[in-house]
């Protein structure tokens, strides 16, 4: 049935053209070829848009169960993102933060924190990483004493991230510091 009203559109069309162009009372040739070419197209169009057969239920079905898979894929992909990414930032190396955030702690320990003075690579008796985010640290810091003298003191730091920003001290917790004289 669809045929049948798509070729009666397409008669609509010239027939209309042909119309305006006869019936050119005060318009120019031009003027009635443009106006039936445009009024004939759009009678053609609604008349094509009206008789346009429907979707079926199935069809209708069809298309919203095929939306919902696309968006549940979509979900599911940005789920798999998202695990990835936390994975990822599970697994992150932060050793050098952890060795920078000791010193931090070391600093807070001493008597004459301003006069601490640490090894250029932070951590120079080296850096185990404990899993779980957890590193121990051991180094020294060159500060004066009670007494003003400047000794050399060895550390051992435990310590562990546990989220946020890894450059901001609250978000580590120091399980020990331990001072070697």
């Not at 919203?64 to 798999?80: L, N, Q, W």
């Not at 936390?86 to 004459?112: F, G, P």
Request: aromatic share 12%; with cysteine; hydrophobic share 40%.
């Amino acid at each position: 049935m669809h045929g049948f009203f798509t070729v009666v559109a397409f008669l609509v069309w010239p027939a209309i053209w042909f119309w305006f162009v006869k019936k050119r009372v005060g318009r120019g040739l031009f003027l009635s070829n443009v106006l039936g070419a445009i009024v004939g197209f759009v009678v053609a169009t609604i008349i094509l848009g009206v008789t346009a057969p429907k979707p079926t239920e199935e069809e209708l079905v069809a298309q919203e169960t095929s939306r919902r898979d696309k968006a549940a894929a979509k979900a599911k992909e940005e789920a798999i993102a998202a695990q990835k990414k936390l994975d990822e930032e599970k697994n992150k190396d932060r050793s050098t933060m952890a060795a920078i955030i000791c010193t931090n702690y070391v600093e807070q320990s001493l008597k004459s924190p301003k006069s601490a003075d640490f090894p250029f690579g932070q951590a120079e008796g080296g850096i185990q990483r404990l899993g779980e985010q957890r590193y121990k640290i051991r180094s020294y810091v060159d500060a004066k004493n009670a007494f003003g003298a400047e000794i050399r003191t060895w550390y051992l730091c435990d310590i562990q991230y546990r989220s946020g920003e890894d450059i901001e001290m609250r978000n580590w917790t120091i399980k020990q510091l331990k001072f070697e004289e």
